[in-house]
């Protein structure tokens, strides 16, 4: 065979090879398929962000279904942020892969993406001197309300009427000098539906069970001796202030396990928020403006759950 027809017979053998053939045809067949399939504007722009006027009413919907009133304007733009916010997390947890063999919805890739800052969080592992420091400027925010333990007699507006405060103001004569304990004592009261007696109450506490005015009040007297009349949702009271510890703000060294977890849950939310602002900063978010009549005529369907869960943050 002549030299020149060598490099022709060579050839002539590998496109008889079935291998060869397969990936031509397949290269053909993806060349041409990606010529005449335009890029979707999805695949184009894939950091565009955009909700529709439809996409805001589903959000309603959702709200609705868990029997609460139509949203506020400003509870509205806090569902399109978290929205906003459940898809930036969802696309970034995709690009690192974490989708990959795992059905599970967007909201658990947010999650995920969520738990990632926790770890970065967790990581650092503040030393005494940094969480002193922290204390010093955020103090406040561990300071002990201030309790008393007191005494109490009971004049009932229900069973006196507009004469309670005046049977209150008369009984102070006949109880001053006597103990505070004594049976002739909480005679001269009316029975109370609760405690008369009452331990290391705090301002809050006697909010709550007494209303603001009572407990404001009963904070300003001073202990061993009854006084008042002081007015509460139930009627009056003369008032016996056994002890009072003021109000503190405690020692670093008397609240350490419990700085450092509020140290930690701010780290771990200034994390969060720095990760998320910079993951933000890749996307254009596109929003609708609502107007009242663009949620008008909301339909929640049939045996929708109240269970589903949708917050305005």
Do not use: C
């Not at 004594?182 to 109370?192: H, N, R, W």
């Not at 929003?287 to 929640?300: F, H, K, R, S, T």
Request: net charge negative; glycine share 6%.
């Amino acid at each position: 065979m002549p030299a020149a027809s060598a490099p022709i017979a060579t050839w002539r053998r590998l496109l008889g090879e079935p291998l060869l053939q397969f990936v031509v045809v397949g290269a053909v067949l993806f060349g041409g398929y990606s010529f005449v399939t335009p890029k979707t504007e999805e695949s184009v722009d894939m950091q565009r962000i955009a909700l529709t006027k439809d996409d805001v009413r589903q959000l309603a919907v959702t709200w609705l279904a868990q029997g609460r009133p139509l949203p506020t304007p400003e509870q509205l733009a806090g569902l399109m942020e978290q929205k906003v916010t459940e898809e930036i997390l969802f696309r970034e947890a995709v690009s690192l892969g974490l989708d990959r063999d795992d059905q599970i919805i967007k909201r658990r890739l947010a999650q995920k993406m969520d738990f990632l800052a926790a770890d970065v969080a967790a990581m650092d592992e503040p030393s005494n001197a940094t969480l002193a420091e922290w204390y010093a400027k955020h103090s406040g925010r561990f300071a002990l309300a201030p309790h008393l333990s007191f005494r109490h007699l009971y004049f009932s507006f229900d069973k006196r009427g507009d004469a309670s405060r005046e049977a209150a103001a008369s009984a102070i004569p006949l109880v001053s000098g006597k103990p505070a304990d004594a049976a002739e004592v909480a005679s001269i009261a009316d029975p109370f539906m609760f405690r008369n007696y009452y331990g290391d109450a705090t301002p809050e506490q006697m909010a709550k069970e007494f209303g603001p005015e009572f407990a404001k009040a009963i904070f300003n007297l001073t202990p061993g001796s009854w006084q008042g009349p002081v007015p509460s949702g139930y009627g009056w009271h003369l008032v016996w202030i056994d002890s009072v510890e003021p109000g503190r703000v405690p020692a670093f060294e008397e609240v350490a396990p419990a700085v450092k977890t509020a140290w930690m849950d701010d780290r771990y939310a200034e994390v969060k928020q720095n990760a998320l602002r910079e993951m933000r900063s890749r996307y254009i978010v596109t929003v609708p403006n609502i107007a009242p009549e663009d949620l008008q005529n909301l339909e929640v369907p049939a045996g929708t759950s109240a269970s589903i869960e949708v917050s305005a943050q």
